[in-house]
């Protein structure tokens, strides 16, 4: 029989994707990065036991982790222009690399001035959830989530164009 403790690890190990990608929506600084990671990690662990089983482990997750972020989000004063910090990618056509980095870089760049529920809905869609999901794990209706992730699509769209970048 497993312990509680190696049950919840198994669970963070097969998902802590969902963690990574929730600390990049919303921190564009590598260290304010793990930070938040660490901090999603404890507040799942403390909510553990809350965790019945009614829905899949990662819907859980996808919750606690983005209400973590959108509450560490205002705990802390973050300044909007700190420079990015660009991780390396492993991509074998080199070519295509620097671009796939500049891409990524300022998809992120636009990503971080949005609202915290822009960013939560952005995330979600990235994650392949349906509207009826999205609208779920956001606690609003299935209309309003569609209308909200258009329009955050179009925002996405229009700073990114604004910084100079041609799609």
């Known amino acids: ?85 660009h991780e390396p990618f492993d991509l074998v056509d080199e070519s295509t690399a620097t671009e796939k980095e500049s891409q990524l870089s300022h998809f992120y760049t636009a990503v971080h001035q949005l609202n915290k529920v822009e960013k939560a809905l952005i995330f979600l869609f990235l994650e392949g959830q349906s509207h009826r999901e999205i609208a779920i794990n956001l606690g609003i209706t299935e209309v309003n989530a569609r209308v909200k992730l258009n329009r955050t699509k179009e925002k996405i769209q229009q700073i990114i164009k604004s910084n100079g970048y041609e799609f």
Do not use: C
């Not at 969902?18 to 919303?26: D, T």
């Open 1 to 85: 029989m497993k312990t509680k403790e190696t049950e919840f690890l198994q669970h963070i190990n097969q998902h802590k994707g969902i963690i990574h990608k929730v600390a990049r929506m919303y921190m564009d600084n590598a260290d304010d990065r793990e930070d938040l990671f660490q901090e999603i990690i404890l507040q799942l662990w403390k909510s553990y036991e809350r965790f019945q089983g009614n829905s899949h482990f990662s819907t859980w997750m996808y919750r606690v982790a983005l209400n973590t972020a959108l509450t560490f989000f205002k705990k802390e004063k973050r300044k909007l222009d700190q420079p990015m910090l």
